[in-house]
Nanobody, 124 residues
Framework: QVQLVESGGGLVQAGGSLRLSCAASGRTFTSYTMGWFRQAPGKEREFVARIIWSAGSTYYKDSVKGRFTISRDNAKNTVTLQMNSLKPEDTAVYYC?????????????????WGQGTQITVSS
C-alpha cells in the first residue's frame, strides 16, 4: 500500500520561502512519477511540478518556473518542493501524488496515489 505524507505547510509573507516534503512508502519508487498539485478555494486542482523518479527529470507549471524546485532523495524516499519568492496567488492546499509508469504525465487523472494535502497561505 503506497502512502504519501506531506509536511512543511504554513503561513508565509509574500516573497518568502517554504519547503514541502512528501514521505513516500510502500513501494520502490524507481518506476514512479511524483507530482505536486494544488487546489485553491473554489478552483480546480492544478498541476504544479513533477519529477520522474528514475531519471530525475522535472517539469513545472509556467507560473512557478524559476521559483519552485522539485527534487527527490533516493535514500529517504522523499520528494521535496522548494518554493521561493512566494506570491499570494500560490495560496492553496498542496498535494503530493504518485503514479507508476506514467512517464511525463501532468494530468491529475494519471496519478493513482495522493497525500492528504497541506495548506500554504501567502499573505500580501
Amino acid at each position: 500500500q503506497v502512502q504519501l505524507v506531506e509536511s512543511g505547510g504554513g503561513l508565509v509573507q509574500a516573497g518568502g520561502s517554504l519547503r514541502l516534503s512528501c514521505a513516500a512508502s510502500g513501494r520502490t519508487f524507481t518506476s514512479y512519477t511524483m507530482g505536486w498539485f494544488r487546489q485553491a478555494p473554489g478552483k480546480e486542482r492544478e498541476f504544479v511540478a513533477r519529477i520522474i523518479w528514475s531519471a530525475g527529470s522535472t517539469y513545472y507549471k509556467d507560473s512557478v518556473k524559476g521559483r519552485f524546485t522539485i527534487s527527490r532523495d533516493n535514500a529517504k524516499n522523499t520528494v521535496t518542493l522548494q518554493m521561493n519568492s512566494l506570491k499570494p496567488e500560490d495560496t492553496a492546499v498542496y498535494y503530493c501524488a504518485a503514479g507508476a509508469g506514467i512517464g511525463a504525465a501532468i494530468s491529475s487523472r494519471a496519478y493513482r496515489y495522493w497525500g492528504q494535502g497541506t495548506q500554504i497561505t501567502v499573505s500580501s
